[in-house]
């Protein structure tokens, strides 16, 4: 089994920036990580995903440029680093993890999952 846990949530104004965590424990270490989120009203969407060895990374096209994903595989951690929010980027956002060794941005494609942690982006 896999435990992941996110932290780093918050509130912050628009334009501002925030760095989240996902602590993974259990059967590490894990191939493909991933962030989601979901937006009130809205399903699930993918944000970015990495591999192992940070190599491979993949984006959505509504962050590109303004986030960051990031992993230390010694500390079984990833990070995202999020820049330039805007109000649209309000949602809870969700560690994922992938048993595959094949990148995806598909949440049915995620084995393992955190509980979220609350981003609010005032404007």
């Known amino acids: 089994q896999v435990q992941l846990v996110e932290s780093g949530g918050g509130l912050v104004q628009a334009g501002g920036s925030l760095r989240l965590s996902c602590a993974a424990s259990?059967?590490?270490?894990?191939?493909?990580l991933g962030w989601f989120r979901q937006r009130p009203g809205k399903e699930r969407e993918f944000v970015t995903a990495?591999?192992?060895?940070?190599?491979?990374?993949n984006y959505a096209d509504s962050v590109k440029g303004r986030f960051t994903i990031t992993r230390d595989n010694a500390k079984n951690t990833m990070y995202l680093q999020m820049n330039s929010l805007k109000p649209e980027g309000t949602a809870v956002y969700y560690c994922?993890?992938?048993?595959?060794?094949?990148?995806?941005?598909?949440?049915?494609?995620?084995?393992?999952w955190g509980q979220g942690t609350q981003v609010t982006v005032s404007s």
């Open positions: 259990g059967r590490t270490p894990l191939d493909w």
């Open positions: 994922a993890a992938r048993r595959f060794m094949t990148e995806a941005r598909e949440a049915a494609q995620y084995d393992y």
């Open positions: 990495i591999n192992y060895s940070g190599t491979r990374t």
